[in-house]
């Protein structure tokens, strides 16, 4: 199985500052020719569903804020937020999918306060 | 809009089965590939298992440690998504959400969860 390690476990971040979670696959996520990768990130407020975030690594879902962004490909992956605001807080998984055969698998999550 | 509403949690003892339903409406069902996801007290995300369309081929597929016992069905007539757990353990215990699932394995849609507790 594609085991998702995510880093750090918690960040704090400052109000309108940069908070940066990394993403590691043990395998490569790439897929066919176009740079794409299977790789998603998700949102979990408390108490609520996680929230799709962005796909394909770097594919912000309708209604993102922009300052929301992923990156990365192959095995090494980023959510970035910029301008940090208070809803942000929450924990946030990477996600993968592989497709022979079918599984998925999540990263630990990341739980991100405000410092 | 697209609306998810699990049912069927609730406390049983180890050994026993349980039937979990997820009624959907705001979308057209028959098409959907849909999935459960759990996730324990406290703990992380568990992928469970991904049911495709009928049209595609109503295939199933599921987590390694979870396929001998877990079994994901649905109704088209009565837009609703079904997961059969059959001798429940005490680590089953956990949320368990039902989504729609794209075909390159993202989860654009949940519900919000039915609780379910194993405990003797």
């Known amino acids: 199985d594609i085991v998702m390690t995510q880093s750090p476990d918690s960040l704090a971040v400052s109000l309108g500052e940069r908070a940066t979670i990394n993403c590691k696959s043990s395998q490569n996520l790439l897929y066919g020719s176009d740079n794409d990768n299977f790789l998603s990130w998700y949102q979990q407020k408390p108490g609520q569903p996680p929230k799709l975030l962005i796909s394909?690594?770097?594919t912000r879902e309708s209604g993102v804020p922009e300052r929301f962004s992923g990156s990365g490909s192959g095995t090494d992956f980023t959510l970035t937020i910029t301008s940090l605001q208070a809803e942000d807080v929450a924990v946030y998984y990477c996600?993968?999918?592989?497709?022979?055969?079918?599984?998925?698998?999540f990263g630990q999550g990341t739980r991100l306060e405000i410092k | 809009d697209v609306q998810l509403v699990e049912s069927g949690g609730g406390l049983v003892k180890p050994g026993e089965s349980l039937r979990l339903s997820c009624a959907a409406s705001?979308?057209?069902?028959?098409?959907?590939?849909m999935s459960w996801v759990r996730q324990a007290p406290g703990k992380g995300l568990e992928w469970v298992g991904r049911l495709k369309s009928t049209s595609d081929g109503g295939t199933t597929d599921y987590a390694a440690p979870v396929k001998d016992r877990f079994t994901i069905s649905r109704d088209d007539s009565k837009n609703t998504l079904y997961l059969q757990i059959n001798s429940l353990k005490t680590e089953d215990t956990a949320v368990y959400y039902c989504t729609t699932i794209r075909w390159f394995g993202s989860f654009d849609n949940w519900g919000q969860g039915t609780l379910v507790t194993v405990s003797s």
């Open positions: 996600q993968q999918y592989s497709s022979t055969p079918p599984a998925i698998t």
């Open positions: 394909w690594a770097s």
């Open positions: 705001g979308f057209i069902f028959k098409k959907a590939w």
